[in-house]
């Protein structure tokens, strides 16, 4: 099921829930694709308090408004009892397989000003657009996406008269849905009910079908004039669809109301210019060439250029550039930190005191160190009923880093298909390692290679070719079937404040205390 903005009527909300499921059997999500707060959000209090029941989980996003945001809670926590908040941005998949996309909130570059925590970038667009082609080999879309803003062109139908505020327009959102493709596009409507006839999807090859969209505005819940504010539906997943029913025609449907040319643009919005009248527009200029493919700037063949200098690294401890609130643990020759846009607030990285490329060229007491490191993390872990899966990637990499990453102990047993999954899909030859190989005695000094260790003991390796994926591991363990939260792949695009690095340091380091070798080495020499 899916509504419009709650607006705090949450009684009105949840009992109209609750008739639907008596009539029709059970659904498995709600999704509030609008604001779920209002100006009084006193019908809450009973779900808090438990005289009320939230009868179906319920996925809200956002927010939109400043005055909402501390009413928001952590992502992935509930506000109450059976109501999930799910953050701005993410792609997630439910208990039937259906993949649901979102990017809620407003357009920070199209409003023209910043709202903390209520606006979306074009790297947000990106982001999203990247977590739903990951995995697939022959894209075919995502069965759901869920915005608060419309996609400019989208009222573009000679059909029905529709009049829409330039503010709930994005010309972002039409990039993005232009080339996910959704079956399904909810947003909240101010006031009425919208549904657009159904769009043919284009394709960048021609003479290509593609799946359809419908295109749905939802009304406010328990508006006086009754226009629909709910939808109920049951979806068969695109990914268990016939090819044939999927891109299966009707006599209503329309062209995509969107420009072709963003399909052409591999970025959102690389400049977005302000045209005088109110409208918002892309311009595509910028340096790159006829194929649309960024020039390389003039390259300086000095190799002195090319010496790397251990002040500037970001890992080695006494480098100014280092960031020291990451800091969780110090032994003698490695350290513990947190991982940058972490896919969990316990995912960390083991790193050498001193600069060292990988592990393959550490010293012995170093190696020795990170075993210490590893099996007091999986101690660790182990506490919170979890496993862990170690990885290195040693491929465009000054620095030795080891991935620890916590995942769920029901997944064990599918880590190392979904690895082999994903490598077949890159055209990565993956290797299953013999039983105690150590990679230090199988690798020469300076040649890149991936390897993780799974919870199972088995090892994999990899020999990263021209275009390896930089982002090969974390790709696997965001897969749905791990920790599903593929919108999380790339570091850059889930960064957090530092305000909440150093709040999940503080946390990690309390909890991590009674299983830190390096406090016992610190209390001896006290």
């Known amino acids: ?78 506000i109450v009892p059976n109501v999930i908040y799910m953050g701005k941005r993410g792609i997630f998949t439910t208990s039937a397989d259906v993949k649901i996309a979102y990017l809620t909130g407003l357009s920070r570059r199209e409003l023209g000003k910043e709202l903390p925590m209520c606006t979306f970038e074009p790297s947000d667009c990106s982001a999203v657009r990247d977590a739903c082609f990951r995995g697939q080999s022959e894209y075919r879309g995502v069965d759901m996406l869920i915005t608060t803003l419309w996609p400019a062109g989208i009222q573009q139908d000679e059909t029905q008269k529709i009049d829409v505020d330039q503010e709930r327009l994005s010309n972002l959102l039409s990039w993005l849905a232009i080339h996910i493709k959704p079956r399904y596009h909810f947003v909240p409507s101010p006031d009425k009910h919208y549904e657009r006839q159904p769009y043919r999807n284009l394709s960048t090859h021609q003479d290509y079908r593609e799946c359809a969209t419908r295109f749905i505005a939802l009304a406010p819940v328990g508006n006086k004039v009754k226009e629909k504010w709910i939808y109920a539906c049951s979806l068969q997943p695109i990914s268990k669809m016939r090819v044939t029913d999927l891109l299966q025609g009707t006599t209503d449907e329309t062209v995509c109301p969107y420009d072709p040319d963003l399909l052409m643009q591999h970025q959102p919005g690389k400049v977005v210019k302000f045209s005088g009248n109110g409208q918002y527009f892309f311009s595509t200029d910028g340096p790159e060439d006829d194929n649309g493919k960024r020039k390389r700037r003039d390259r300086d063949d000095n190799p002195e250029r090319k010496k790397f200098d251990p002040e500037t690294c970001w890992f080695c401890l006494s480098s100014p550039s280092v960031e020291k609130h990451l800091v969780i643990s110090v032994g003698s020759h490695c350290y513990l930190a947190l991982a940058k846009g972490p896919l969990t607030p316990y995912h960390v990285l083991i790193l050498p005191i001193a600069h060292h490329q990988s592990l393959v060229k550490v010293p012995d007491e170093i190696s020795e160190e990170i075993k210490k490191f590893k099996a007091v993390l999986k101690q660790f872990y182990a506490s919170m009923g979890m496993l862990v899966v170690f990885f290195e990637r040693n491929y465009r990499t000054s620095h030795m880093q080891i991935q620890s990453v916590p995942v769920p102990k029901i997944c064990e047993s599918q880590i190392l298909e979904i690895f082999q999954d994903e490598a077949g899909i890159n055209k990565i030859p993956l290797e299953v390692l013999p039983p105690y190989t150590d990679i230090r005695q199988m690798m020469l000094p300076g040649a890149p290679y991936f390897h993780a260790e799974l919870p199972n003991g088995d090892q994999i390796f990899a020999k990263p070719k021209q275009n390896f994926p930089i982002h090969f591991g974390r790709d696997v363990l965001s897969t749905p079937q791990i920790l599903n939260c593929e919108d999380k792949a790339d570091w850059r695009q889930c960064l957090i404040s530092k305000e909440e690095e150093i709040e999940y340091v503080k946390d990690f380091r309390d909890k991590f205390r009674p299983f830190d070798f390096t406090a016992d080495a610190d209390s001896d020499s006290d």
């Not at 707060?37 to 408004?65: C, H, Q, W």
């Open 1 to 78: 099921m899916i509504c419009g903005d709650v607006n705090g009527n949450f009684k009105a909300l949840f009992s109209r829930v609750e008739s639907i499921i008596k009539k029709s059997g059970q659904f498995d999500v709600l999704l509030c694709v609008g604001n779920f707060f209002g100006d009084d959000n006193s019908e809450l209090d009973a779900y808090k308090m438990g005289t009320r029941k939230v009868p179906v989980t319920t996925y809200i996003f956002g927010p939109s408004k400043p005055e909402h945001v501390p009413l928001y809670c952590e992502k992935g926590s509930e």
